[in-house]
């Protein structure tokens, strides 16, 4: 079967592939026959070296975490029952860049006939982020929520969210064409973070009651002075290189809980019951996935260049 491979860490010229045996289902495992791969950004920082306290990958080594397929084989302990289902399924954040994926049988979220596969593989990851980050914050009907990085995939979906909750959602994205499909997700307002000066037009506005920040870094530190006191604040991206600088001592003062990614690692150990929970959502029309563009598996080093560039609108994915 085919892989990409990242060979060491570098450039996205790094990932290339290759040929591997066919995988072979162990005690309490399925081999998953992947029909759509999730593409991270943080797959792309790993991949350059970074992260490693969090991700000790050593190259060579077959990148990604999300894979949307039909499983094939199963192995000891496994219910038969399980053959020729529609799967998402999570690979422990390696061996997902792969035509077939080993996935163990509690890191499956069936997927419901009503979803394509490929929404649901846009879903696996940014679908239980954005629930969280809309659970954990109980996000009320005319609180003002301000998304950082609301055209990334889980950005879109909180928009959408917040504004179903009846919430006044700001969102922050660069550029007409990112502002316009954050607008369509629900957004009444819509902001560029590199206009000088946008953070303290919101404060003199009388500022935010939540922020969810998938972005991190000076931006995600100005939009902390926006949340009110008393309000909320959720760090839980840093495709800048480092997450939002939120003194603890300053957001006691004013009375603000802070969330980190940490706080929020029900994202991550609860993801199946939280994927289900994206599948119906979108099944029933209060989920919308955004699907930028799919690579073949063979062009997953484009499929980097073009995440990194942040040239496309909405999620990208790879295909066998």
């Given amino acids: 079967m085919l892989v990409a491979e990242a060979a060491r860490f570098g450039g996205p010229d790094v990932l290339v592939g290759r040929e591997a045996a066919d995988p072979v289902a162990g005690p309490g495992q399925v081999v998953v026959e992947v029909a759509a791969i999730d593409v991270l950004y943080v797959e792309a920082q790993v991949r350059s070296g970074w992260g490693q306290q969090w991700f000790p990958v050593t190259p060579p080594y077959v990148p990604g975490d999300g894979v949307a397929g039909t499983v094939l084989a199963v192995g000891d302990g496994v219910g038969d029952d399980w053959l020729g289902r529609r799967v998402v399924g999570y690979t422990g954040s390696v061996n997902a860049y792969a035509q077939r994926a080993v996935v163990a049988v509690d890191q499956l979220a069936p997927v419901p006939d009503e979803l394509e596969l490929v929404d649901a593989a846009a879903l696996s990851h940014d679908g239980p982020m954005a629930l969280t980050l809309l659970h954990t914050a109980a996000v009320r009907a005319d609180e003002s929520v301000l998304v950082l990085g609301a ?5 879109l979906l909180a928009v959408q969210l917040a504004a179903a909750a009846g919430a006044r959602v700001i969102g922050a994205a660069r550029g007409e064409r990112k502002q316009d499909l954050v607008r369509q997700a629900g957004a009444g307002t819509v902001l ?3 206009e000088p000066g946008w953070s303290a037009r919101l404060r003199e506005a009388g500022g935010v009651d939540v922020v969810f920040d998938g972005v991190g870094g000076e931006i995600g530190t100005a939009a902390f002075d926006t949340v009110r006191r008393g309000g909320r604040f959720f760090g839980y991206g840093a495709p800048t290189g480092e997450f939002a600088a ?9 009375g603000i809980t802070r969330y980190g990614i940490g706080e929020l690692s029900q994202a991550r150990y609860d993801v199946t019951s939280l994927a289900a929970q994206a599948f119906q959502a979108a099944v029933e029309g209060r989920l919308r996935p955004v699907i930028g563009r799919v690579f073949r598996l063979s062009d997953a080093a484009a499929a980097h260049a073009a995440t990194e560039s942040r040239s496309v609108l909405g999620k990208i994915l790879l295909q066998p």
């Fill in 192 to 194: 560029d973070p590199g």
């Fill in 246 to 254: 939120v003194a603890e001592a300053e957001a006691a003062r004013r």
């Fill in 151 to 155: 055209n990334g995939g889980a950005g």
